[in-house]
């Protein structure tokens, strides 16, 4: 008998204040990368697919990234003043 099958593995890369697509609202986006690994009894042995996400933490909606984007997002957050430059800018209305 053979036992096989998946796990996932969730790691949070960095988080990052940008203006949500969804809801409108600049707040907090979780930069997250997900790895699926392939399991041969219970021992994860490769990895099957990898996907990057952003997750606003005003109203929880996800977004796909690719892994350049990823990486440009990552490399913005801890080098960037404000780690807002993927999706929408920031804008500063003033009346």
Do not use: W
């Not at 990898?50 to 606003?56: I, P, S």
């Amino acid at each position: 008998m053979i036992i096989f099958g998946t796990k996932g593995y969730l790691y949070q890369l960095a988080i990052l204040t940008l203006v949500c697509g969804q809801c409108g609202n600049p707040a907090a986006h979780t930069l997250r990368k997900r790895i699926t690994k392939f399991t041969l009894f219970f021992v994860p042995l490769f990895p099957i697919s990898t996907k990057y996400l952003t997750q606003c933490t005003f109203c929880g909606a996800e977004q796909k990234v690719t892994k350049e984007q990823a990486e440009q997002l990552q490399s913005q957050g801890t080098n960037g003043p404000s780690g807002q430059a993927y999706g929408q800018p920031q804008q500063h209305d003033r009346f």
